[in-house]
């Protein structure tokens, strides 16, 4: 099963709600995210629906360190040999296939996924762009959700991850991974730069980004800055500099 959300841009909807992307360029494919491990199948029946040949794949990008989007990575990498950009605080957890950071295993919800460890070649901090089959992408920093969480702009299209979805709701807040309310707060800001382009979220349907749906998610952010002493969420250090 996929969908074509503009031409050369495919989404993969997975049985979970989530989506990953590939876009065809004039030299090979690019990909976004890969899910958890266990949607491999699905995704390579939907890439073959789709007409596109994973062999083909010459760049990965990770959006953010989830396992339901990064936790098959190292498996589509090891099969398919490409090199993965993520930002250098998803790197290591990656790599290492952290159980905690990438949310792999939350036995309070009874989750316990497999994350295959997966090499990062390009550990960028946003700013960077990569050139494939002359195409641009341009990495843009934005945590928030997770604090080594980027946007990938190409043309028309914004990968957000978790920062945003069609009906305004924000990515999942936990200290695990790094979730800060005022960076998000920033992130959703920046965002308003690229209004009427078409979003791609790592979950549900893709929409063009609008006021209305940054000013939703910045009052949904806006219940998890601490008043007082409240979670006293340190803040990391500012990658902007
Ligand atoms: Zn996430």
């Known amino acids: 099963m996929f969908k074509e959300v503009c031409p050369n841009v495919f989404q993969f909807p997975r049985p979970d709600g989530g989506a990953v992307y590939v876009v065809r360029t004039g030299d090979g494919l690019v990909l976004f995210d890969s899910g958890f491990l266990k949607h491999r199948d699905l995704f390579l029946e939907g890439m073959r629906q789709a007409g596109l040949d994973p062999k083909d794949i010459r760049l990965g990008f990770i959006t953010h360190v989830h396992c339901d989007h990064a936790g098959g990575m190292g498996w589509w990498?090891?099969?398919?040999?490409?090199?993965?950009v993520a930002h250098q605080q998803t790197a290591g957890p990656v790599e290492t296939a952290d159980p905690v950071i990438t949310a792999a295993r939350m036995p309070y919800i009874g989750m316990d996924e497999e994350f295959v460890p997966c090499p990062v070649e390009h550990r960028v901090h946003g700013g960077e762009t990569f050139r494939v089959g002359g195409r641009e992408f341009h990495i843009i920093y934005a945590p928030g959700h997770a604090v080594g969480s980027i946007h990938i702009l190409s043309e028309n299209v914004l990968v957000v991850g978790d920062t945003l979805f069609a009906d305004g709701g924000i990515g999942w807040m936990d200290v695990h991974w790094g979730s800060h309310p005022e960076d998000y707060?920033?992130?959703?800001?920046?965002?308003?730069?690229?209004?009427?382009?078409?979003?791609?979220?790592g979950h549900g349907e893709c929409f063009v980004l609008d006021d209305a749906r940054i000013d939703k998610g910045k009052e949904i952010v806006s219940f998890y800055i601490?008043?007082?002493?409240?979670?006293?969420?340190?803040?990391?250090p500012s990658h902007y500099a």
């Open 77 to 84: 990498v090891r099969q398919f040999v490409f090199p993965v």
């Open 226 to 236: 601490p008043s007082g002493h409240g979670l006293g969420l340190p803040r990391a």
């Open 185 to 201: 707060v920033e992130t959703l800001e920046r965002m308003r730069a690229h209004r009427g382009l078409l979003v791609l979220p």
